[in-house]
């Protein structure tokens, strides 16, 4: 699995865009290296887009790693959208968002404008002012 992500703390957002085989142990250090991240909030933020992601993991695998984000006390504070056209990734977006509960700010869709609108912050223009800031 490879992550592209993008902070920019001007706009308060995070970007990443994720491809190839998505693992329980790879959804799981993209997660941990996030919350790393010195630029990161747990305020910011997000679009994490799946749409170039195949999934490989078993439902058993998506529910263990759901439980481990939610227990993030963190995590769902801050409005996130996960972008993706394959039905099991639908899925599983379903599924964390259930599991993180009702006050949870995730969202699953399947365009990037529609993400966009639900986080409040334009892709482009979050990465334009991100760059004409370093």
């Known amino acids: 699995m490879r992550v592209e992500k993008h902070i920019s703390t001007e706009a308060h957002f995070v970007l990443e865009r994720v491809s190839g085989d998505v ?4 959804l799981t250090r993209k997660m941990s290296e996030l919350l790393a991240d010195p630029n990161y909030e747990s305020t910011m933020r997000g679009i994490c887009d799946f749409r170039k992601a195949r999934p490989k993991l078993s439902r058993a695998e998506m529910d263990r790693f759901s439980r481990g984000v939610a227990e993030h006390s963190d995590f769902g504070k801050s409005r996130w959208a996960i972008v993706t056209d394959h039905p099991i990734l639908n899925a ?25 609108e639900y986080v409040g912050c334009e892709v482009e223009q979050a990465l334009s002012l991100s760059l004409a800031n370093r």
């Open 92 to 116: 599983y977006g379903h599924l964390l968002q259930r599991r993180i509960g009702a006050d949870a700010q995730i969202r699953v869709f399947t365009t990037i404008e529609a993400a966009e």
């Open 23 to 26: 693992t329980e142990t790879e």
